[in-house]
């Protein structure tokens, strides 16, 4: 591997990502899934690093998983849109933040449309304004929320309590990462280092201490794939595309995986459950999987953060002996204690994943 | 074992790294002649057999040296041996032997009676 | 010779069809200065070890076109700096400060290969083991072995063809014509020099278009044992053993195929090489959309640009072979011989 | 005057060893065969003998294994070499026995006793009987000597005897024929060195008194007597393992075939018996494409046989592969031997799988075929004169079933075009790559197909398809090529032709020549349309074109250079059109033809008189234009 080769690729592959004053909108699988994630974005942004990141409580879904389902229309898709934009325009910010990478394809797409085809821009602002007398303006600057960690990514190290290193052996962690297909396979331009090696986890983990691994497949789709995950006979092609990605990552032997989509830390943290329970393999060290991290809960691992409060209990790969690695504390009795150490039961233990 | 409901698809694609090379090197080593196929297809569309069959020369062979060997047996099973095949290949590849050829390869493989060469 | 009297003509580029040209505008009777670039007359043919179809080394068809220069003012390491018309005359500055007056000028600027970087999924310069046909050739020439980068014999080859040719997303919509021959020749090249290797070509087509080509590609078949597989490279990585993994449809069986190689060789295509003087209002060159120079007619007048007394010569104006830029190179230089006749 | 001298010496052991092993071996293998012969087969054999049958094969085995009637065709002195010895050597045993039934009757007749008479019965010959007797055997012992003689320069140049090339021998082979050649020069020795005593006519005698002017006769007399009698044990004892058994198996062969017998399995029975009378003449070398301009000389079928006897099984298997099954060397051959059907038998090892599931598409049960090929039986006139089947091959060369449909339609026959849409092959390719069990599904597929089509015949344009049609079809109507159906056709005035004024050679295919053994018919209709150039090869001896489907693994270099071989000799006299009768024939000389190569059915459709009105013919496209 030539690093100056993949250097010269990134460096074509820069986009332009304001520092400040954002209009930030959630995403529907993560704000049910690992909520504890979005909390944390906000709570970094603003609190450790005093960033303006407004909330609307009346934005929608972007109706991207409706539309990349087959169910929702694209003019149905940009006018929802068109609503979210109208609350920024609203709120009187420019610069639009999404939580979700589909969504940020979905924005991607219907901004270029938009661009192309002025016409059915102006056609969408009649329908919003019909249907809700709204009107808006397109963000100045689109980003996904992984792109603003990407820029403070320096700064998080510099307050970082804890590296992404082995402290038995002093090595980097080796990490794998997963970029959501929506973020810059459409658009390599929109995404940082392009679509083919791109920058923005990469930028991440190696300013926080961590080491990337190159594998094959890591291009491939974690294998959510909409429809191939909805229709319950169809799962079985959805845990294909997983287990081939960790099939090529295996001999590389990663000690995390880090993502920046909503299905993908899902499915390649769930999957590795069904394909041991289903055909006996486990890819991770002593029979346990492969720990898999959104962005933002590393983020807040290096920033010292309980991992129980960044919801690291509800991934079904254990997290512990990663964080054990690193060096970060935990209380296991905390582990399944919700508000006010409530005891939210223990879930069943797999039979063939440890855990 | 749990019961999802579903299981895990099997890769359809070739992987070359682990396909079988055993009947590839035997029908070489046989019909050397199978090399010089250019996968016009000549032969298959001229093909008697393939009339009422989907019997594929062109991508059968093909499937020899890619180890896809699933039916391959049955598949060479189909042909009539009537030749015209011969006389259309541009490049003289021996079809009619070609065929018989797979076909014992594949008997032996399927028996498990193909020797390295 | 008369110098005074005699007409003179520039020739920029001194590859295959510069030296040609030149050659044979001397033996008209023309005074020909020949200019280059590079510190060395010979253009892409430096960079080559044997050619296609029956591995003649290429220094000796170097040789062979440089020992026609005689008499020929070579000027090499030089640029154009300006070029000026005065009357029906072309007055030319070179960087070292020379004025060359010209009564014609023939542009024999040639290709560049295609940069290999622009495929980034094949990911040269970023894996070790992937190469250029550019490369295999330098290995070729300067350390008679083809080794991986850490130094081992190969046990697997895969040549992709059309790497920056035939591709909208590398902006080629065209085919460069050599590499589907120069695949097969290195191909054959590598069996003859390792019989256990295994060695793939990737096509899309196979286009052997010329006399004795289709020799080649059966001898590559049945004497080499090279396999050849239709269908594009999709994508390739890295094993955690530096093998690249790649990924391609075997479009004649219908299935994709995965397959790992130890070394793999991108077959790049010709560019047209948009210098400088391609801006030169002076020349009014005109330049297609795929960067090859526009003759003023494909047909009948392939060697005249636009604008009188400036030729067009060799692969700027498309990819070609040796023997078609030999042709090109003559048939230029009968064109500006009947130009400065006609003139007179 | 007659005494006997002696009745037993010392030397004859040698012979009587030799003897009593081979008959002992003889006898094991002939109960071998009958053993290994198929229950119909014995009945077949007991019921041939002693009928008209059995005076039949008597003349036979007189003709051919004596005389060696078929080796004079062929070339006479090399059949007078053969007639000598074999003849010559039989007259000698006769002779002899007649001698001691006439001299000694009351002798214990042993057998060694007649081959050595003349050392143990002294006899005159100045009587009447005497003379004669001793002229009659130095007669037949010269003659066999003139045959040896011949033999022996044959080993050193065999063009004399018209053959470019003779067998290479094995080793016990050699033996035998270094034995065989000395037993007669010995007893030319041992009978002069006793012509003294027991007498002698021309030869004998007259030797006898040479050598006595120098040498001392007695002396000589057992020494030459032991010589003649080892080199009698030692070709006995070589025979078995030689290629000269095929002395005795010859008539033994003559037998079975004339009883209706024929190969079933190699190695066995009827096929075994071939394989030993075999006699490596090598008389198939020459006829042998394979071996020029082939180039491949050790493919010869006499190699074939004698790996089949030796039981090399791989090469042998690997020899019928190569084999195009053309026939010639079954034509040449003197002992009649069916090399093509002991090929096929070798082939038919390798089934490629069973029964039912090869072809399983054929199967009346799967809906596959009958969908493509039943609107064609459905379309069929109520009842057509003729069925016509093209055959797959006839594909290829559309010109043929085309011009078939002129020559249909200018006969006012209605017909209906089998195969028009494609066919199901006749059967005949699998059969000749040995997958017998396959060819039947088509077999039976096919027969259900052109009963269906209610004609009362079948035209077919392919000879491959013809064989087979009347080989191994029983279809209950009549089977017809189209040389015959057109020839027929005209002769009976209902088809006719305009005169051409070309020279035209035809060739005999493979399977419709040799293998159908029509000959006359295309070439009654050529002669009347053109000027008729015989080939230098043609009938029996006609040549393959080498696009055979006999042959399994022939290379495409070695096809093509074969066909432009037999083109090159068809084409000797230089005749403007070659006709022939096969579309896999047209096919194959075509990529290799300097001039038109016509099938017979075009060369009729293209030359045809206007006739009828109604009848426009299907205008031909002028073969001028396609060369």
Redesign the interface.
């Known amino acids: 591997?030539?690093i100056?080769?993949?250097k010269?690729?990134w460096s074509e592959y820069q986009k332009e990502i304001p520092d400040d004053k954002y209009f930030y909108v959630r995403s529907c699988i993560r704000q049910s899934f690992f909520p504890a994630s979005e909390v944390y974005f906000l709570k970094i942004m603003r609190e450790v690093l005093h960033r303006d990141i407004y909330e609307n409580k009346h934005h929608t879904t972007c109706s991207g998983i409706g539309y990349h389902s087959d169910v929702v229309p694209f003019e149905t898709a940009m006018t929802v849109v068109a609503r979210q934009f109208a609350l920024m325009t609203e709120a009187g910010y420019e610069n639009y933040a999404a939580s979700c990478i589909t969504s940020f394809g979905l924005y991607s797409e219907i901004i270029e449309t938009w661009k192309k085809f002025p016409d059915v821009l102006q056609k969408v602002r009649d329908n919003l304004y019909k249907a809700t007398g709204r009107t808006f303006e397109p963000p100045k600057h689109l980003a996904h929320a992984s792109d603003i960690i990407y820029k403070v990514r320096n700064e998080i190290a510099a307050r970082a309590r804890y590296r992404l290193v082995n402290r038995y052996t002093g090595a980097p962690l080796r990490v794998v990462e997963h970029i959501g297909c929506h973020y810059a396979k459409m658009f390599p331009s929109k995404g940082v280092g392009?679509a083919?090696?791109p920058y923005v986890l990469t930028g991440m983990v190696e300013a926080w201490g961590g080491e990337v691994v190159?594998?094959?497949?890591?291009?491939h789709c974690c294998g959510f794939g909409f429809r191939q995950y909805f229709i319950?006979?169809?799962?079985?092609?959805s845990?294909?595309n997983t287990?081939?990605k960790f099939e090529s990552m295996e001999?590389?032997r990663p000690d995390m995986i880090i993502t920046n989509c909503p299905g993908c830390p899902y499915f390649l943290d769930r999957w590795q459950y069904?394909?041991a329970?289903?055909?006996?393999k486990t890819y991770g060290d002593n029979g346990y999987g492969i720990p898999v991290f959104t962005y933002e809960e590393v983020a807040g691992l290096v920033l010292g953060y309980d991992p129980w409060d960044l919801g690291l209990q509800v991934h079904q790969v254990s997290v512990e002996p990663l964080l054990d690695k690193i060096g970060i504390p935990y209380d296991p009795t905390r582990k399944y204690a919700g508000k006010d150490q409530k005891d939210l039961s223990h879930p069943e233990s797999p039979?063939v994943l440890k855990v | 074992m749990v019961n999802f409901g579903f299981t895990i698809n099997k890769s359809t694609r070739i992987d070359y790294d682990q396909a079988s090379k055993d009947v590839s090197r035997y029908v070489i080593a046989h019909e050397p002649s199978a090399l010089l196929c250019i996968g016009c297809g000549c032969c298959t569309a001229t093909c008697s057999a393939g009339q009422f069959t989907p019997f594929n020369l062109r991508r059968i062979q093909l499937q020899v040296h890619r180890g896809e060997l699933a039916r391959l047996e049955q598949e060479t099973e189909k042909c009539m041996l009537c030749g015209k095949c011969q006389m259309v290949c541009p490049r003289g590849v021996n079809t009619r032997h070609l065929v018989m050829t797979i076909h014992k390869a594949m008997t032996l493989y399927n028996r498990g009676e193909l020797k390295d060469l | 010779m008369d110098t005074s009297s005699q007409r003179h003509v520039v020739v920029i580029g001194a590859g295959i069809a510069g030296m040609e040209a030149s050659a044979q505008l001397q033996g008209l009777g023309y005074a020909v200065t020949l200019l280059e670039e590079q510190p060395q007359t010979g253009g892409n043919l430096l960079t080559w070890d044997r050619l296609f179809p029956f591995k003649r080394p290429a220094s000796e068809v170097l040789g062979e076109l440089r020992s026609r220069l005689g008499g020929i003012h070579v000027l090499t390491s030089r640029r154009i700096l300006n070029i000026e018309k005065l009357n029906a005359q072309f007055i030319l500055t070179v960087n070292d400060g020379t004025v060359l007056t010209a009564d014609a000028v023939l542009v024999a600027t040639g290709f560049k290969p295609f940069d290999a970087y622009r495929k980034e999924e094949y990911g040269y310069g970023i894996y070790d083991n992937v190469f250029t046909s550019v490369d295999i050739e330098r290995m070729f020439r300067e350390e008679r072995r083809i080794l991986t980068r850490s130094g081992e014999v190969p046990r697997r080859v895969g040549f992709i063809h059309c790497v920056g040719s035939r591709d909208e997303k590398a902006g080629n919509r065209y085919c460069s014509k050599v590499c589907c021959v120069t695949a097969v020749k290195q191909a054959s090249e590598l069996k003859e020099m390792y019989p256990d290797c295994e060695v793939f070509c990737f096509y899309m087509d196979l286009r052997m278009f010329d006399r004795h080509y289709e020799q080649m590609y059966l001898d590559a078949q049945t004497r080499y044992g090279v396999t050849f597989v239709r269908g594009r490279l999709s994508e390739a990585a890295e094993t955690i053993d530096k093998r690249i993994a790649i990924k391609v449809e075997d479009t004649l069986v219908g299935k994709p195929m995965k397959m790992t190689v130890d070394m793999l060789v991108l077959m790049v295509g010709m560019e047209g090489r948009t210098t400088q003087l391609y801006n030169s209002p002076t020349l009014g060159l005109s330049v297609g959309k795929d960067r090859f120079l526009n003759a003023v007619d494909e047909y009948t007048d392939n060697n005249l640009s636009r604008t009188e007394g400036v030729f067009l010569a060799g692969t700027c104006t498309g990819p070609k072979h040796i023997p078609e830029v030999l042709a090109d190179a003559g048939a230029a230089a009968l064109r500006i011989h009947r130009y400065l006749c006609q003139k007179a | 005057m007659f005494r006997e001298r002696f009745s037993y010496a010392p030397f004859v052991w040698p012979f009587v060893i030799g003897l009593i092993f081979f008959l002992c071996f003889f006898v094991a293998a002939i109960v071998r065969v009958f053993k290994e012969l198929p229950q119909s087969d014995k009945i077949k054999f007991g019921k041939s003998l002693f009928t008209k049958q059995t005076l039949v094969s008597i003349k036979e085995i007189f003709m051919e294994c004596l005389l060696h009637r078929r080796i004079f065709q062929r070339d006479p002195l090399l059949g007078f070499m053969h007639m000598s010895i074999a003849f010559g050597w039989f007259m000698i045993i006769v002779l002899g026995h007649i001698e001691v039934k006439l001299y000694c009757p009351n002798h214990l007749n042993l057998p060694y006793f007649p081959i050595f008479f003349r050392y143990f019965v002294k006899q005159t010959d100045s009587t009447l009987g005497g003379a004669i007797f001793f002229f009659l055997m130095d007669f037949f012992l010269l003659m066999v000597l003139i045959g040896i003689g011949i033999a022996i320069y044959k080993r050193i140049n065999s063009r004399i005897v018209g053959m470019r090339r003779t067998t290479r021998l094995k080793i016990y082979d050699w033996l035998a024929l270094y034995s065989l050649w000395s037993i007669f020069p010995l007893r030319l020795l041992a009978e002069s060195f006793t012509s003294s005593i027991s007498g002698g006519s021309f030869l004998t005698r007259g030797f006898g008194l040479l050598f006595d002017s120098f040498v001392s006769n007695s002396v000589h007399v057992v020494p030459t007597w032991w010589a003649y009698s080892t080199a009698l044990g030692v070709f006995f004892i070589a025979m078995p393992f030689s290629r000269y058994m095929h002395i005795l198996t010859e008539p033994f062969l003559i037998l079975l075939r004339n009883a209706g017998i024929r190969t079933v399995r190699h190695g066995q029975g009827y096929a075994l018996t071939e394989t030993f009378a075999c006699s490596r003449c090598g008389i198939c070398l020459d006829p042998c494409q394979m071996v020029l301009p082939g180039r491949m000389d050790k493919k010869a079928t006499v190699y074939f046989i004698s790996n089949l006897r030796y039981n090399h099984m791989e090469t042998a298997r690997e020899m019928a592969e190569m084999c195009m099954q053309c026939g010639r060397c079954v034509a040449a051959c003197p002992v009649g031997i069916d090399s093509c059907r002991l090929k096929l038998s070798v082939k038919t090892d390798n089934q490629m799988g069973q029964g039912d599931t090869y072809l399983q598409y054929l199967n009346p049960a799967s809906d596959a075929l009958p969908a493509e090929i039943q609107p064609v039986v459905r379309q069929m006139p109520e009842k057509p004169d003729v069925v016509y089947f093209a055959g797959c091959m006839s594909h290829l060369t559309p010109a043929i079933p085309r011009a078939m449909q002129t020559l249909f339609k200018a006969a006012g026959i209605r017909y209906r075009y089998l195969d028009e849409n494609g066919s199901v092959c006749c059967g005949r390719p699998l059969m000749l790559a040995g997958q017998e069990e396959a060819a039947r599904q088509l077999i039976a597929k096919n027969t259900e197909l052109i009963v269906k089509s209610g004609a009362q015949t079948l035209v077919t344009s392919c000879p491959i398809c013809y064989r087979v049609f009347t080989e191994e079809y029983k279809l209950p109507i009549r089977v017809v090529h189209h040389t015959v159906f057109i020839r027929d056709l005209i002769a009976a005035g209902k088809l006719s032709t305009e005169p051409v004024q070309e020279r035209v050679t035809y060739h005999d295919p493979c399977d419709l020549g040799r293998g159908s053994g029509i000959y006359e018919a295309p070439r009654e209709i050529l002669k009347d349309m053109a000027v008729l150039q015989r080939a230098y090869e043609e009938k029996d001896q006609a040549l393959c074109c080498g696009g055979s489907l006999g042959s399994n693994l022939m290379p495409y270099e070695t096809r093509r250079k074969i066909a432009a071989d037999a083109f090159n000799r068809l084409t000797f006299r230089n005749p403007d059109v070659l006709v022939t009768a096969c579309p896999l024939c047209k096919k194959t000389f075509q990529d290799v033809a300097d001039r038109p190569v016509l099938d017979i059915a075009q060369y009729v459709a293209t030359h045809l008189r206007a006739q009828k009105a109604d009848a426009a013919p299907v205008e031909e496209t002028p073969y001028r234009a396609a060369v």
Do not use: H, L
């Open positions: 591997m030539k100056e080769g993949k010269r690729i392009g083919e090696y190159d594998y094959p497949e890591r291009r319950q006979a169809n799962r079985g092609y845990a294909a287990r081939k001999p590389f069904v394909i329970e289903t055909e006996g039979s």
